[in-house]
């Protein structure tokens, strides 16, 4: 089977990076077109990201050698689909909320898919906010979207803030399995890469931890809403629940976004805290025939240690893409309480973008 070429916007930053080092070799996509800001417009990427590359992983040859392209030029990336260099788009831009919206959009009238990692589309009444277990369904509103746009061949979907990712599985578990959680106490520990690179100051990290991210815990709370939403007349209806408080802290730890989580139950609660690990552990939301190359062979991984799980020894659970769990105690004040950790740049962004993108070639949308 020819591979499908793939362009990524940012392709240079951290989750970029990323992008390009997760499809190395990937068995049905290939880059082939890389852009970014002005600043790398016109270098090759292997100039462009000297000195800069944050991975262990490296990239493969050939993209090394790919001119970047400034991601403003929408028209770049047409010449790149018409000589079929570049089918759809990852999108990892990190510029004004507007200017991103806008851009994102007019690849799309282009005809270029767009599979963002953006925040500027989360909130666009018809744009899905997938987790592929999650919400897959809701990739169901592409062609509503084409067809109120007037969008041929393009469209927008997007992934949901890194940090809501660690728990957003768990909690759809015991949905699943008819335990709706009503109310979360949700304390996170993320990881510094989640800031981009460079990032937050060296001097602000180092024997310290920032009580305070930006905009994160707003997204925490919302966005949930909208992933376990529904589909009525064409746009997205959040639920009404989980009710979710945040509290958002960047702490000295590289990759790897830990959330420590007090939940309480609607009136049904499951018996015992092990009916909850079998519920976590025996999680398949994905059709298992699909066989998706980014998919974790067991979304939900729980460790009985009481010290786990822990960034450094966890975060890369198959492939980085597992939710790794611990900790599962009664809560003296909701019904639960537990640590829940998953890696931010892979499954919270570059990883969970493609997993994304492979579910939607599944479903037709790509090719
Ligand atoms: N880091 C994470 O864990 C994470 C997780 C989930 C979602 N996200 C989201 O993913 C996106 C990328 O994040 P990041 O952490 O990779 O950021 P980053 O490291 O700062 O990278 C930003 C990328 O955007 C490009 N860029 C900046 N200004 C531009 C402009 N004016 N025009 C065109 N391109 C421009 C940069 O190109 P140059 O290199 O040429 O400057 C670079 O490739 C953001 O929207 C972020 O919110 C990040």
Partial sequence: MAKISV????????????????????????????AASPRSAGKK????????????????????????????????????????????????????????????????????????????????????????EVNHQHADIIPTQQKARGWNRGFIVVKPNCSIQSYMAPVHALAKAGYTAERIIVSTLQAVSGAGYPGVPSLDMIDNIVPYIGGEEEKSEKEPLKIFGTIENGVFQNAALPKIS???????????????????????????????????????????ELDLPMAPKQPIIYREEN??????????????????????????VFDIRFTALSHNTVRGAAGGGILSAELLKHKGYLG
């Fill in 7 to 34: 362009g990524v916007l940012g392709a240079t930053g951290m989750v970029g990076q990323n992008y390009i080092a997760l499809l190395n070799d990937h068995p049905w996509f290939e880059v082939r077109y890389v």
């Fill in 45 to 132: 990427y292997k100039d462009a990201v000297a000195g800069r590359w944050q991975l262990a992983k490296t990239y493969a040859p050939p993209v090394g050698e790919i001119m970047v392209e400034d991601a403003n030029d929408v028209s770049r990336a047409v010449a790149a689909f018409k000589r079929g260099d570049c089918s759809f788009v990852f999108s990892a831009l990190e510029m004004g909320k507007d200017e991103t919206r806008a851009l994102e959009e007019a690849y799309a009238a282009a005809g270029i898919p767009v599979v963002s990692n953006a925040s500027a589309h989360r909130w666009t009444p018809d744009v899905p906010m997938l987790i592929a």
């Fill in 246 to 288: 945040a509290h958002c802290n960047r702490v000295p730890v590289t990759d790897g976004h830990t959330a420590c989580v007090s939940l309480e139950f609607g009136a049904k609660k499951p018996s015992s805290m092990e009916e909850i690990i079998k519920i976590w552990t025996t999680y398949r939301s994905l059709p298992q």
């Fill in 307 to 332: 010290d786990r799980p822990q960034p450094r020894k966890d975060r890369d659970t198959d492939k980085a893409m597992a939710v790794v769990i611990g900790r599962l105690r009664p809560c003296n």
